[in-house]
């Protein structure tokens, strides 16, 4: 280098260059990048065909579930995990002769996909004469990125989700942010890799192998041990309430699925129907601010129109039917469905 | 614009592509070439805030025509030359120090006479900083006193020199060009060779692998130990202070590698501006290999004009004070940073006080292995507690922390276990560089181990490395 040609430190290290021939350095970046594509596309391949993403497993299942309805149906349920694992449309089916399935998916989504499922079921059918959308405490105030959950997971693109009202960008920028992620995990899916390595390096990769069983209905029973200590997780809820920072808005993007949401509601006449999911009792107990705020919000949502309602019960359960803060056991789902089905439909 | 690039943002990649492929077309065609790396240039520091934009021409403008002025200034008309000369320091002093320094010593100023009990009336200027400003006005300055001294002839390209003070690749945080390196390789043909793009890729990747998988990783801990929220974190205050030294580091000189890395893309070689700083021996040894451009350009045009070591012991060590606690300064408008260099003058001084009368000369004939490894763990423990004025918030956080040095914390070992494994690679690597004293040794490898290196360089960023653009360090002195 010119610098180092003149240093007068010869203790210092430089900078020497090396000697290589175009023909040899092609052949090395090539075979760099090469790999790197065929260890992506074997990434993809591992990551869409293994089981051991929940998330993945129960928002694919669902949208296999709609895609596979050949019939309309008298109601539909959307949300979020904890009436994915709660509500049994079996249970309607017997006691009412009433149609219906769960699409309830996870949290993480927020009121996005149920605008998305909604949207999808319109597509083929003709509206349902209700549609019941339950969310947990937790879930309104979520921020969710559209763009980065289509990319992430396995939902079919159909073209109300890639011209996504929800986004801010083009339908080009839509298009290519969703399949750049879909198509690079290895960039894009870090912490999935994250956790399939570490579990890998544990030794514990069959964990991972994890089959979740979601009926024909789409209601997923759940009888494994809790896998997070309810009251562990009561005590950093709480911690977060007394110091004021358990958000209690809900979120823009939340609020914008849901004006679509009860747009549809208006334009196709059905009845919509916004419930809680479930919770631990010792839960409400420190949640009273949060769940106030919560109803203000719900009631001010229900007031625009009058097929559109709001049930504020608190559905909750004892310790021992809890399996987390916000999800019970298989045992206890008949309890919750019952409760909102009395709600629902003795209420005319 | 809405976006600002940073190297590791996609916009950035794009811009570059672009740029890179103009590049190659119309690399023969000097003028042609140099405007497209000139419009590259502008929009991506315009994508920080182009209000900014009017500075950098402002900046090129003055220094262009006072370069041509005192050129034609006959050197008989010594008045004439240094009213130029005063022109170019005067403007760009005076940029920095309402942008940079204004609101700072105002601040100061208000608190000193609160504290004699005077209520001043504080005017403050709600002003951004520029992103970059202390680079490019350092590199316009020197070219202009560098033409004062006749030490090099101004161009008459305007072009050129546009190109010169806002060269991309190192305009928002160096290296501190100089015009008699830059300037004449903008002028000339371009030599692209096979060896120098492979160092050049070689670079862009090691950067790229410091800045993601290591300075932003051990940046968590970082934040956490230094948040002024926090009283006592599960990071302890050593540990702390090593992930930050750590963190600066490889923030920086990844930007460096990066920057250098894709300006020999094009066939321009930019200083090397880190010669493996924590291997120095001595506080001078440090100097030369931490942010050379910068220390280099305050040895030029600071410490020797005020006579350097040439006017007598006192005089050597009040100029060493000076352009430390200016250096440090330069850094940003904050004491810490001006205690951060006055702490590292002082080294200075007592490395020489030290140096000149110590028989440990005699100890390291004897004892070579051990005198080498105790100079150097003496150095860098001075080296890791200037890094705490560094970073610190305040001085009282200063002194919290220093006392917590030497506390025994309990703590689970989780935060130093995390940022040894993110700083290993570094280790390797520099110890390979240490003993081949070659920065670029790994270009030499057998093709299968630099095939292997790659791989896992770029699954490691891919995979592990944090992929929310975070801003460089030194984007903000």
Not at chain 1, 213 to 234: A, C
């Amino acid at each position: 280098m010119i610098q180092d040609e003149h240093l007068t430190d010869t203790s210092l290290p430089i900078e020497r260059l090396g000697n290589i021939n175009s023909k040899t350095l092609m052949g090395l970046v090539l075979s760099v990048v090469l790999t790197i594509v065929m260890i992506n596309v074997a990434v993809a391949v591992i990551i869409n065909k293994s089981h051991f993403d929940r998330g993945q497993v129960i928002v694919q299942k669902k949208w296999e579930l709609l895609e596979g309805l050949q019939n309309p149906l008298d109601y539909i349920l959307l949300g979020d995990s904890s009436p994915n694992q709660a509500f049994d449309p079996q249970i309607v089916r017997e006691e009412l002769g009433l149609n219906g399935v769960n699409l309830a998916t996870i949290g993480t989504f927020g009121f996005v996909d149920d605008l998305w499922l909604l949207q999808a079921y319109l597509e083929s059918f003709d509206a349902p004469k209700t549609v019941i959308i339950a969310h947990s405490f937790d879930v309104p105030q979520r921020d969710v990125a559209p763009l980065k959950l289509l990319g992430t997971y396995r939902i079919p693109l159909t073209s109300s989700i890639t011209q996504n009202e929800l986004s801010d960008f083009s339908y080009i920028q839509n298009v290519v942010t969703v399949y750049q992620r879909r198509i690079f995990p290895l960039h894009y899916r870090n912490e999935t890799l994250i956790y399939m390595i570490e579990q890998f390096l544990k030794g514990q990769l069959d964990v991972l192998e994890v089959t979740y069983l979601i009926d024909d209905n789409g209601f997923m029973p759940w009888n494994e041990e809790g896998i997070i200590r309810v009251e562990d997780e009561l005590a950093q809820i709480e911690q977060l309430i007394v110091s004021e920072q358990f958000p209690d808005e809900f979120s823009k993007i939340n609020l914008q699925a849901i004006a679509y949401i009860t747009e549809l509601a208006q334009d196709y006449n059905f009845d919509l129907y916004f419930v809680n999911g479930t919770t631990y009792v010792g839960l409400e107990e420190v949640l009273p601010t949060v769940r106030s705020q919560l109803d203000q919000q719900y009631e001010n949502i229900a007031k625009s129109h009058s097929n559109i309602h709001y049930i504020s019960t608190p559905f909750t359960f004892p310790l021992e039917a809890m399996k987390s803060i916000d999800h019970i056991g298989a045992d206890y789902a008949r309890e919750y469905t019952q409760s909102l089905m009395r709600l629902i439909w003795s209420n005319p | 614009m809405g976006v600002y690039m940073i190297f590791n943002s996609q916009q950035f990649m794009v811009l570059f592509a672009i740029t890179y492929v103009l590049f190659l077309l119309f690399r023969n065609n000097v003028n042609i070439r140099n405007g497209i790396l000139l419009v590259a240039s502008y929009i991506f520091y315009g994508s920080w805030n182009w209000h900014f934009l009017a500075l950098i021409l402002l900046s090129t403008g003055v220094d262009y025509y006072v370069g041509i002025k005192i050129d034609e200034t006959s050197p008989t008309n010594p008045n004439r030359r240094k009213h130029f000369i005063l022109i170019s320091i005067i403007f760009n002093l005076g940029m920095l120090g309402i942008f940079k320094y204004y609101n700072f010593f105002a601040a100061s100023l208000f608190d000193l006479f609160m504290s004699m009990g005077i209520y001043l009336d504080p005017i403050t200027l709600d002003v951004i900083l520029p992103v970059g400003i202390s680079f490019y006005t350092f590199q316009t300055l020197s070219y202009s006193i560098d033409i004062y001294r006749e030490k090099l002839k101004p161009t008459r390209n305007l072009l050129t020199f546009a190109t010169f003070v806002a060269f991309f690749p190192q305009l928002v945080a160096g290296p501190i060009e100089r015009a008699s390196n830059l300037l004449p390789q903008l002028s000339a043909p371009i030599q692209l060779t096979p060896a120098k793009i492979h160092s050049a890729l070689f670079l862009i990747l090691w950067g790229y692998f410091k800045k993601v998988f290591i300075a932003d990783k051990v940046a968590q801990y970082v934040n956490v130990a230094f948040s002024t929220t926090s009283v006592n974190t599960d990071v302890p205050v050593i540990v702390a202070i090593i992930a930050f030294s750590i963190q600066i580091y490889c923030d920086f000189s990844g930007y460096t590698d990066i920057a250098r890395g894709i300006a020999r893309l094009m066939g321009i070689e930019l200083m090397v501006n880190f010669r493996l700083p924590y291997f120095a021996l001595s506080p001078s040894d440090f100097w030369n290999r931490w942010h050379i451009s910068l220390s280099t350009w305050l040895r030029d045009y600071l410490y020797i004009p005020l006579g350097g070591n040439k006017k007598g012991q006192w005089k050597t060590y009040r100029n060493l004070m000076i352009t430390m606690l200016l250096g440090g300064l330069w850094h940003g408008a904050a004491w810490n940073f001006v205690l951060w260099g006055g702490y590292h003058g002082l080294l200075l001084i007592l490395y020489r006080i030290i140096g000149k009368t110590s028989k440990m000369r005699s100890v390291k004939k004897q004892l070579p292995t051990f005198s080498i490894v105790a100079q150097w763990f003496l150095m860098i423990s001075f080296t890791l507690y200037g890094w705490l004025l560094f970073r610190a918030e305040s001085v009282d956080q200063i002194l919290v922390m220093t006392k917590q040095i030497f506390s025994s914390d309990i703590y689970d070992g989780t935060a130093l276990l995390d940022v040894s494994i993110h700083a290993l690679p570094l280790l390797i690597m520099q110890i390979a560089q240490v003993r081949s004293k070659d920065l670029l040794m790994m270009t030499k490898q057998k093709l299968w181990i630099q095939f292997t290196v790659s791989i896992i360089l770029l699954l490691l960023i891919l995979i592990y490395g944090h992929h929310e653009t975070t801003e460089f360090i030194y984007f903000q002195f």
